[in-house]
């Protein structure tokens, strides 16, 4: 089983997250930021990845310790469930409709990371998530997870739908990248190494 449990503690954040890549998306989220705990259920949901994270984070502060941190910890647990790559599609491309708004996510598990996000404007807040900060979490995930990950929005107004649709089509996007492929023999990649 692909599956990873790890803890990290530091002056802003005490994170635990275990993760299994071939669960059927049963979460328990609680980062104690309504908006983000919502968006990691989908992400968990629509990527059938077993999610439990519990962030202790200085949100008296604000959330961007907690909302960063929590994508470190979640990328390094996936780079670790992951494990070789061998027989994984390795590529997922994703579009997710979410009311007025159409938003793509591709990614590659590359293990060359970097991150493309263009998402249009938002609005400075989603209840009490800064909407900032979805951006910090998105990078610290593909740089900890190893992905290159591009994330483009189309067109949309309602800014809780746009991140919504791009969780979920990362989510998505996800589920078709680590799936086992039969017919893929030792790592996809012509280098024999990703």
């Given at each position: 089983m692909r599956q990873s449990a790890i803890k990290r503690k530091t002056a802003e954040t005490t994170l635990s997250i275990k993760l299994n890549l071939d669960g059927s998306g049963k979460h328990n989220i609680d980062t104690n930021i309504g908006f983000f705990d919502?968006?990691?259920?989908?992400?968990?949901?629509?990527?059938?990845?077993?999610?439990?994270?519990?962030?202790?984070?200085?949100i008296e502060v604000d959330g961007h310790h907690s909302v960063e941190d929590t994508g470190i910890v979640l990328g390094d647990a996936f780079m670790q469930a992951i494990g070789n790559r061998q027989g994984i599609k390795r590529y997922g491309t994703f579009y997710i409709p979410m009311d007025e708004s159409l938003a793509m996510v591709s990614l590659?598990?590359?293990n060359r990371p970097y991150l493309v996000y263009e998402v249009g404007d938002l609005a400075p807040m989603i209840g009490s998530f800064d909407s900032e900060l979805a951006e910090e979490f998105f990078r610290a995930f593909a740089v900890?997870?190893?992905l290159t990950l591009h994330i483009k929005v189309l067109y949309g107004k309602n800014?809780?739908?746009?991140?919504?649709?791009?969780?979920?089509?990362?989510?998505?996007?996800?589920r078709e990248a680590v799936e086992n492929d039969p017919k893929v023999q030792g790592v996809p990649s012509s280098k024999g190494v990703l």
């Open positions: 919502h968006m990691l259920t989908l992400l968990s949901v629509h990527s059938l990845i077993d999610l439990d994270v519990k962030c202790i984070g200085d590659d598990i590359s900890h997870a190893g800014s809780h739908h746009k991140i919504e649709a791009v969780f979920k089509a990362l989510g998505h996007a996800l």
